[in-house]
């Protein structure tokens, strides 16, 4: 198959077509003509093949050879036999008809290449699935390990609290407990430098003075968002 030459010419037309010079005759007959007989008589000496219409051979080979322009007449045809109106409407048909098939095939063509391009998109989308699974496979592996290692700190830290939750007030640590609920698990946060470390505001001086005056064993907590305020030598105070 060779692009921008039609199918129908066989490599032994093509070979015919490309001998062929200045003067020499090609005629296109149908299978009411003695083919072979009169074939066997000339330069070539054989019947060439073709099967399609007269009329579609005769436009497949002159997309590829030039007709003789500096003789009267470069094309000649066979003397109609029978009605010629006849024969004209038939002529006239089959020129539409050949017509429609060209568009079907250049329709047939066009889908070919869309479902060609189609083919193409969709073997890269593929392409890409298969990437992203691997990808995704790949992370969860990975966050499996980091909640396996963070089950086993929470393990240890709860280890860690309980002898020093056994050493604490109970009403503070009910207090700490609801609010740990409510305050999206910090129920505590560092007082640092005038700021609460929970909601991030800074105390007014009133506050600060507050706290200051309050003994160390009073329970301070954040106006802003209740959380209870831990002091430290970097509080501010
Ligand atoms: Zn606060």
């Known amino acids: ?74 094309t000649d045809r066979m003397e109609v036999v029978g009605n010629p109106k006849d024969i004209q409407r038939m002529q006239q048909e089959m020129v539409s008809l050949e017509r429609r098939i060209t568009s079907l095939e250049d329709d047939e063509i066009e889908v070919m290449e869309r479902l060609e391009e189609a083919q193409v998109a969709l073997d890269k989308l593929a392409g890409e699935l298969t990437d992203t699974d691997a990808q995704i496979a790949e992370t969860t592996t990975a966050r499996d390990a980091q909640l396996a290692a963070i089950d086993g700190s929470l393990g240890e830290l709860d280890a860690q609290r309980g002898p020093l939750v056994a050493e604490l007030p109970s009403d503070l640590l009910a207090l700490y407990d609801r609010l740990r609920e409510s305050k999206g698990g910090v129920g505590a946060a560092l007082l640092r430098a005038g700021s609460c470390g929970g909601c991030m505001l800074d105390l007014d001086h009133a506050e600060l003075a507050t706290i200051r005056a309050a003994a160390d064993d009073d329970v301070i907590r954040c106006e802003e968002c209740s959380r209870i305020l831990v002091r430290t030598s970097e509080s501010g105070l």
């Open 1 to 74: 198959m060779l692009k921008g030459i039609s199918p129908l010419l066989n490599a032994d037309v093509l070979h015919a077509l490309r001998a062929m010079g200045h003067g020499d005759t090609l005629v296109l007959s149908d299978t009411n003509f003695p083919s072979e007989s009169v074939a066997r008589k000339t330069v070539l000496g054989k019947l060439l093949r073709i099967d399609a219409t007269c009329p579609r051979a005769a436009r497949a080979i002159l997309s590829v050879m030039p007709l003789d322009s500096f003789v009267e007449h470069a």
